[in-house]
């Protein structure tokens, strides 16, 4: 036999502290399911660009049928050994992106670094420098990326002597940087203010004690 069971329910905001964590709580473990870091792999194939990496893609079914390229970005994260990022591709030596990469993200030290290396290695031999990145293994880091490097020109000059080395280390360096990303949106999004935010948004209510009700 049907009863009808009444309950009060509560907005976020109108919890004990005990409560509002354990609602907060509840909203964390499934406000990732979605795609939240689509603004860092935007950002990060813009740079990509700037910098003369061009990412691999691959297929990806969409709901409603066919296809979208999704661009070869990895990563885990974010409180485990072996946890990084890592990304598919080839490089080549993009004009003018030491000035490029200040237009677009003035304030970024670490990329104006990256860059001004990259054009450095180039320079030394004479922008015929290219690299074959590609992913190896179970993990997703700056070293689970097999980088190989070659110079191409008519002379079949040799690479200077670090060359190798120094562009493998650059592109290390920016996977290394966008895993940084990753980890500051994650932290931002996981934010008590974020949170209260997203529930307070989406009219959600819990019980006297934090659990969800509606």
């Known amino acids: 036999m049907a009863e009808i069971i009444e ?3 509560f907005g976020l905001e109108e919890l004990s502290e005990e409560a509002k964590e354990k609602a907060r709580d509840w909203y ?4 990732f399911d979605h795609d939240w870091y689509w603004a860092v792999y935007e950002d990060f194939e813009r740079i990509c660009e700037i910098l003369g ?10 709901y409603g049928g066919g296809f979208r390229r999704k661009p070869c970005i990895w990563f885990s994260g974010f409180a485990s050994q072996g946890d990084g990022a890592c990304f598919e591709g080839d490089y080549s030596y993009a004009r003018r992106c030491a000035s490029a990469i200040r237009d677009y ?10 860059a001004d290396a990259l054009a450095a290695i180039q320079w030394r031999n004479f922008f015929q420098l290219s690299a074959r990145i590609s992913h190896r293994g179970r993990y997703y880091h700056e070293y ?18 670090t060359a190798e080395d120094d562009v493998s280390e650059a592109l290390r360096d920016l996977a290394r940087w966008l895993y940084g990303k990753l980890e500051d949106e994650s932290d931002y999004l996981s934010s008590d203010a974020v949170v209260d935010e997203a529930i307070i948004a989406n009219g959600y209510s819990f019980t006297e004690q934090g659990e969800r009700f509606g």
Do not use: C, F, Y
């Open 105 to 114: 993200a003035p304030k970024d030290e670490e990329l104006h670094r990256i």
């Open 28 to 31: 964390r473990q499934g406000a």
């Open 53 to 62: 990496v061009s990412l691999a893609t691959v297929p990806v079914r969409l």
């Open 144 to 161: 689970s990326m097999e980088i190989g490097v070659q110079r191409d020109g008519l002379g079949h000059q040799d690479m200077t002597a």
């Open 7 to 9: 309950t009060t329910v």
